[in-house]
């Protein structure tokens, strides 16, 4: 039976024994590749090859895939050879031709030297072979020599394609994230010495290339993807490519960096905030994103999002807004950088949210209300959407958080970071590492930029999302993590709020930025992979968060942040004596309206902290 290269994204080239091959297959290789040319530091006698192949499939009958790799072989003693040695699929290096393979009963991996030229080569050999192998144009392969990464990147865009050259442990991710192959092959950088493998080379390789591969295309574990309309993904693969190559741009770079220092009002500071420590019993440190100029982190994104924009030579900006914070960003940047700028909001959120609708059409925006559907967020959202289908080249979307399909969770991402790089070295310069990071999680934006800062380190990472009143079964509230299940919405595979039919579930939230029923596949992955951990405040937990910031450190806090906050107050046994960076992801002047309605209430949670020590 033929089998397919289908799943086929990390092949480890040059096996010679038994032993070896077991281990590759062990650490999670998808193919291995037996090198039947005699003149290869790295050849088997097809003997070997054969027992080599008997123990793989013995041991993974369905997953792994034995690629035999030949030189100059023609079709037919290429299929002996296939046949004799038990390989699932041929790689084919030398001199052949594409019209002499038509209809060869197994599946082809054609080996390309990355040159100029390369790209009619590749072209000729698409209809034949299912995967290229991109390697360095010297001599038939295995030279060990990297490859030209600009060119494999768009030989990448026009098949499928495994890149080759030299590609070890230490050097494999960068690349992936450079050239965005479908996978990679590896030889002799993961060799003890020449055609003898070192298993903990092997291991270390696909632990990097694995992560890297799914970062490349949108995936955090199982979470993430495109999941979007046909008419969109054309859009999006362009954006991924835009961004990808934008974001290692030095001009945008410095232009970037120019816009959130002198503009917005980067670094924002990082405050040792002593008279909460107090009552808190632990060491807390306020990440001010508030301080950041329209009083929130989502500017981080926006004046990113606007200036690639720009760089593509749009005219148009879009965007969707609920409570009007993104839809106020998105304007400022668009009026800073001179693009026309289209907000949709639902028309109850429009009638909710009056000040920042005027804010909006201050700063030059137009504001197109939507009667549609329930008339909020969602219905918002489907109109933007609708907008940019009907004028891909001349308008970019501005999604609001780390959310949607791909690659918006990672662009999104990859521009809050700042907040996390910013606040791992401001508490290293005042006094070390902390031991907790903790944010509140809506789309996820602001916790995953000040997560990103500390991954690799040993600190532990606190979500907090919206409890509402009470994240039990029945209640209101947007805990995605707390009682919901993985599904799809808006483009991508996360967590959500849904009934058991699959149908999204309202939600609830006092904060309005809180108030959404999917969360950013990013988190899915860290809470799946137990490396950040989830929990909820509810509305009245927020307020409580709120209220202790303003009065003892005479700052009022977005009650998206008061989440945080209010968590932390709820915790406060486990925090005792420990350091914690909190990010403080806006201010909390836009509130006041609720804050005045439910003023009553925050006079009762003061009797109620009053009791605080
Ligand atoms: C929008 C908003 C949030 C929620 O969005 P994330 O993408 O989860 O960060 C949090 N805080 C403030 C102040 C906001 O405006």
């Not at 192959?181 to 070192?198: I, N, Q, T």
């Not at 270390?204 to 694995?210: M, V």
Request: proline share 6%; net charge neutral.
């Amino acid at each position: 039976m033929k089998r397919s290269l289908r799943g086929v994204t990390i092949k480890v080239c040059g096996l010679t024994d038994p032993d070896e091959a077991l281990a590759a297959v062990k650490a999670g290789a998808d193919a291995i590749g037996l090198v039947l040319h005699p003149t290869s530091p790295r050849a088997v006698m097809p003997a070997q090859a054969r027992r080599v192949s008997d123990v793989v499939h013995a041991m993974s009958p369905s997953r792994v895939r034995v690629v035999a790799v030949v030189v100059d072989a023609e079709p037919r003693a290429a299929r002996e050879l296939a046949a004799q040695i038990g390989a699932d699929a041929i790689q084919l290096c030398g001199d052949q031709q594409p019209e002499d393979w038509v209809g060869f009963p197994l599946p082809i991996l054609r080996r390309i030297g990355v040159e100029p030229s390369a790209e009619a080569e590749l072209l000729a050999w698409r209809p034949v072979a299912a995967l290229m192998v991109l390697d360095h144009p010297s001599g038939p392969g295995g030279s060990g020599r990297p490859v030209d990464h600009a060119i494999a990147s768009r030989l990448c865009q026009r098949a499928p394609c495994l890149l080759a050259g030299g590609l070890g442990p230490d050097d494999v991710a960068a690349a992936i994230a450079r050239v965005r192959p479908r996978g990679v092959d590896a030889s002799s950088k993961l060799e003890a010495e020449p055609g003898r493998k070192h298993l903990g080379r092997v291991t270390a390789f696909i632990g990097a290339a694995r992560p890297a591969l799914a970062r490349a295309h949108g995936r955090f574990g199982a979470f993430g993807g495109c999941f979007a309309p046909e008419t969109l993904v054309p859009i999006l693969t362009e954006l991924d490519a835009a961004w990808r190559q934008l974001r290692e741009d030095s001009v945008f770079r410095a232009e970037l960096d120019q816009l959130l220092g002198d503009f917005a009002g980067r670094p924002t500071p990082l405050w040792p905030a002593r008279r909460l420590s107090e009552v808190l019993g632990c060491e807390v440190l306020l990440k001010r994103e508030d301080l950041l100029h329209t009083g929130a982190h989502k500017l981080n994104n926006t004046l990113g999002q606007v200036l690639l924009a720009k760089r593509l030579g749009k005219r148009r900006i879009l965007a969707e807004t609920g409570a009007g914070q993104h839809g106020v960003a998105t304007a400022t940047a668009c009026a800073q950088l001179g693009l026309e700028c289209v907000v949709s909001m639902g028309a109850v959120d429009a009638a909710r949210q009056r000040a920042n609708v005027l804010r909006m059409q201050l700063l030059g925006a137009r504001v197109e209300v939507v009667h549609a559907g329930q008339r909020t967020l969602k219905d918002a959202v489907n109109a933007a959407m609708r907008a940019w289908i009907a004028d891909p080249l001349g308008s970019h979307y501005v999604l609001g958080s780390a959310l949607g399909p791909h690659p918006f969770p990672s662009m999104v991402a990859d521009l809050q970071q700042v907040i996390g790089e910013e606040a791992r070295a401001q508490s290293l310069a005042a006094g070390g590492l902390p031991d907790l990071a903790v944010a509140c999680v809506g789309g996820g934006s602001n916790a995953i930029g000040l997560f990103r800062g500390f991954l690799t380190d040993d600190v532990e990472l606190v979500g907090v999302e919206a409890g509402g009143t009470g994240p039990e079964q029945g209640a209101e509230h947007a805990a995605r993590f707390a009682s919901g299940a993985p599904g799809i919405l808006h483009g991508c595979h996360t967590f959500l709020l849904q009934d058991d039919d699959g149908q999204v579930l309202p939600t609830h939230s006092i904060s309005a930025g809180l108030d959404y029923p999917a969360v950013g596949p990013e988190h899915a992955a860290l809470r799946a992979s137990g490396r950040a951990r989830y929990t909820w405040a509810t509305d009245e937990d927020a307020l409580a968060g709120f209220d202790l910031l303003a009065r003892r450190e005479g700052i009022l806090p977005a009650l998206e942040s008061s989440h945080a906050l209010g968590w932390m107050l709820r915790a406060r046994d486990e925090l005792r004596g420990r350091r914690v960076v909190v990010n403080l992801s806006g201010r909390g002047d836009k509130d006041l309206d609720l804050l005045q309605d439910r003023h009553g209430e925050l006079e009762r949670l003061r009797e109620r902290s009053g009791a605080l020590p």
